[in-house]
């Protein structure tokens, strides 16, 4: 009688173990996603094929199981790395006196980049907000292709070309400037800079702001670089520094001061970033110069929009296309480092902004990577409604930023 009870307790068991073999492989077919844990799972089942049924499929039970918590163990860990690396970046930032909405939305699209994003009001040169306040103060790096905005300005300014003249590039392929704008091409910029040469660049480049100190009295702000000396031939000459700003550094907010000057229309204005209410009580717009590139804006606005529709920047309209949005984007390395510029500008409904993103790092690191986040930081705001509010105090602190 008792072996007849163990032969019963072995069925039952046996039958048992099968429905559960018949309803795990169901769960795994009926999910329309294999993830990368499932493949592990297949893997290891096939290896274990000569084993008995039974054992494979308690095996695989098992294993199901630990892939799971491997899986929330995973996703936990990313979500506290990201959350950790966030805090990191904004360690030691000052912010009170930074728009609490600008910088909120700004960290937010950096995610996990390493990098730093400042907005700016372009119409008094008060910064919004300043996120990794230790990168964006830094003496910089290499513009890559945002330094042909410089470029631009120049050969417009010295009569050399228009937005519409073809350029030769050999051959039959010519290019006018707002296509070389929206696509970045080098050979373009290489063309006009050994047009212009070095003095006439330079002397430009300096004009716009690059080389000095873009900041009224900011602490920690270093100073970028613009050479007295022409890149050597054998490197590429005054034509590599006017494709990919080579032999120069710039500051992320050397860039801001000059598309904040794109978008007022001429005035460069000192960068201003103030630290508590009172300063934002106090605050008065300081005029570094008068640029005369006001009949040239028209020339570069297209290429700029281009940009964003059509050309390297157009991964921002992935995520946002609400209103227009011109910029420049800017990829290149450094020694192993890879560097992600995208300097812009939008005409919102409650005025323009200024948006600055510099991503340094590895293979993600690049310009249309920058221009993508760009467009998560305007959709943030944009979700939030702050682009509709009215100002609080449009004689004092612009239009944009009245959210304190």
Same mark, same amino acid.
């Given at each position: 009688?008792?072996?007849?009870?163990?032969?019963?307790?072995?069925?039952?068991?046996?039958?048992?173990?099968?429905?559960?073999?018949?309803?795990?492989?169901?769960?795994?077919?009926?999910?329309?996603?294999?993830?990368?844990?499932?493949?592990?799972?297949?893997?290891?089942?096939?290896?274990?094929?000569?084993?008995?049924?039974?054992?494979?499929?308690?095996?695989?039970?098992?294993?199901?199981?630990?892939?799971?918590?491997?899986?929330?163990?995973?996703?936990?860990?990313?979500?506290?790395s990201a959350s950790s690396f966030a805090d990191n970046l904004t360690l030691g930032d000052v912010t009170e006196g930074e728009d609490p909405v600008v910088r909120a939305a700004a960290i937010e699209a950096l995610g996990n980049m390493n990098g730093t994003a400042v907005a700016i009001n372009p119409d008094n040169g008060r910064i919004l907000a300043m996120v990794n306040q230790k990168l964006a103060l830094s003496r910089g790096a290499e513009p890559c292709s945002t330094i042909k905005l410089t470029v631009a300005l120049a050969?417009?300014?010295?009569?050399?070309?228009?937005?519409?003249?073809?350029?030769?590039?050999?051959?039959?392929?010519?290019?006018?400037?707002?296509?070389?704008?929206?696509?970045?091409?080098?050979?373009?910029? =290489?063309? %006009?800079?050994? #047009? *212009? &040469?070095?003095?006439?660049?330079?002397?430009?480049?300096?004009?716009?702001?690059?080389?000095?100190?873009?900041?009224?009295?900011?602490?920690?702000?270093?100073?970028?670089?613009?050479?007295? =000396?022409? %890149?050597?031939? #054998? *490197? &590429?000459?005054?034509?590599?520094?006017?494709?990919?700003?080579?032999?120069?550094?710039?500051?992320?907010l050397q860039l801001g001061a000059l598309v904040s000057a794109i978008a007022n229309g001429g005035t460069l204005y000192y960068l201003q970033h103030p630290e508590n209410a009172v300063d934002i009580a106090t605050f008065e717009p300081k005029i570094k110069r008068m640029l005369n590139i006001a009949p040239l804006i028209p020339e570069i606005q297209d290429g700029m929009q281009g940009a964003v529709l059509y050309g390297t920047a157009r991964s921002l309209r992935a995520t946002f296309n609400q209103f227009p949005v011109m910029g420049k984007t800017g990829t290149c390395s450094n020694n192993g480092t890879r560097f992600g510029w995208f300097g812009s500008y939008a005409d919102t409904p409650n005025g323009r902004i200024v948006t600055v993103f510099f991503l340094e790092g590895g293979r993600p690191t690049f310009g249309p990577k920058a221009a993508e986040?760009?467009?998560?930081?305007?959709?943030?705001l944009w979700d939030k409604s702050y682009f509709l509010q009215k100002p609080a105090v449009a004689n004092e602190v612009g239009t944009v930023g009245s959210s304190e």
């Open positions: 009688m008792s072996n007849l009870l163990k032969m019963l307790g072995v069925l039952l068991l046996s039958v048992a173990v099968g429905a559960g073999a018949t309803t795990t492989t169901s769960k795994k077919h009926a999910s329309g996603t294999v993830h990368s844990t499932k493949t592990k799972e297949k893997t290891s089942t096939s290896r274990t094929h000569t084993a008995a049924t039974s054992k494979v499929v308690v095996h695989r039970r098992g294993h199901g199981a630990k892939a799971k918590l491997a899986v929330r163990r995973s996703r936990y860990q990313e979500h506290f050969a417009l300014e010295e009569g050399i070309v228009r937005r519409d003249t073809p350029v030769n590039l050999g051959g039959k392929y010519h290019l006018t400037m707002t296509e070389a704008l929206a696509h970045s091409n080098n050979a373009y910029f =290489e063309t %006009l800079g050994r #047009s *212009l &040469g070095f003095e006439r660049v330079k002397h430009y480049a300096n004009q716009f702001g690059l080389g000095e100190l873009a900041g009224y009295h900011i602490q920690g702000e270093q100073l970028g670089i613009y050479p007295d =000396e022409e %890149l050597p031939a #054998s *490197l &590429g000459g005054v034509g590599r520094m006017c494709s990919f700003g080579e032999s120069v550094s710039m500051t992320p986040l760009t467009g998560q930081f305007y959709r943030a």
